[in-house]
């Protein structure tokens, strides 16, 4: 019996051409069925695999903690450290950089505690590496010797803070041309400098450099500049740092009333200066 499927055929309206396409890809998906159950299956378990990373993570992490707990365990000494080492003791670049820079102007650390004095390094990081600090004595060197075994600091001459020039300055511990500068702009207003302490009211002088000025530098007050408060004008007073407009005002103001004025009592006295004030500004005075 011969069947006739040609009528069927076109009834779908398949063309030879896509007849013998659609046998092709037939045949492939066959193939593909036959191969899904032929070749084994190896099956990946993910869950394996990220236990595995996760240990290893551990491990990396426990052995960078390890290391970093190690370094912040040895001696080191302020005065030559390098800043590698420094950062690798838990201080940041620019705590590091800090101290760096204090050596390199001429600041010395003598014993542990003094990496206090460091601009910018708080308590809780002194604290972690005063106990690894181990400050050695040097043979001639920063002033010290060695004598028998025992470091002792030699005797050095100390300028007078009020006649030094800016080349004397720039050679002294913790300070820059910068400071300096600072340092006799600020002396030349005051009319010098009564106290060391009045060194702290230079701008940018931090601790850590007025400590170290202290062992260096002496105040004579025999050459004070002063001013003459009965025969000054308003310019000439408004150039000194104690005083303010309204300070000036009053005090123009009282001599008017007065004619003369006998002495910074008299001022406090009148309420025309506080006592602090007074005190702050007598030393430049004269009546």
Same mark, same amino acid.
């Given at each position: ?14 063309? $030879? ?29 993910? *869950? ?51 101290? /760096?820079?204090?050596?390199? %102007? ?8 003094? /990496? ?38 030699? %005797? ?59 062992? $260096? ?36 103001? !009282? %001599? ?14 009148? *309420? ?14 004269? !009546?």
């Amino acid at each position: 019996m011969n069947l006739n499927i040609e009528p069927f055929l076109h009834w779908f309206g398949y063309s $030879r051409r896509e007849r013998r396409s659609t046998f092709i890809l037939f045949i492939i998906l066959i193939i593909a069925i036959l191969l899904r159950f032929i070749v084994p299956r190896k099956d990946i378990e993910l *869950k394996d695999i990220s236990g595995l990373l996760a240990s290893g993570n551990n491990e990396n992490d426990s052995l960078l903690t390890s290391t970093r707990d190690t370094s912040a365990h040895y001696k080191f000494d302020p005065n030559s450290v390098s800043f590698d080492t420094l950062t690798s003791l838990g201080l940041s670049e620019k705590q590091a950089r800090t101290i /760096i820079s204090y050596r390199n %102007k001429g600041g010395r650390f003598r014993q542990p505690s003094d /990496i206090k004095n460091i601009y910018g390094i708080d308590e809780p990081a002194s604290a972690r590496i005063i106990p690894f600090i181990n400050i050695e004595k040097r043979k001639g060197q920063y002033g010290y010797l060695q004598s028998g075994g025992v470091g002792y600091q030699k %005797k050095r001459e100390r300028i007078d803070i009020n006649k030094a020039d800016s080349a004397m300055l720039v050679k002294l511990p913790g300070l820059g041309p910068v400071l300096s500068s600072r340092i006799i702009k600020y002396r030349r207003l005051l009319g010098g400098f009564v106290s060391l302490e009045q060194l702290k009211e230079v701008y940018g002088l931090h601790e850590s450099a007025y400590n170290l000025l202290q062992e $260096r530098v002496f105040a004579d007050t025999s050459g004070l500049t002063k001013i003459n408060i009965n025969k000054s004008n308003i310019k000439e007073l408004l150039k000194h740092p104690y005083l303010d407009r309204y300070d000036i005002q009053a005090i123009m103001k !009282f %001599k008017e009333i007065e004619g003369r004025i006998s002495g910074i009592s008299e001022l406090v006295e009148n *309420k025309v200066l506080s006592a602090d004030k007074a005190n702050r500004i007598s030393p430049y005075l004269k !009546f």
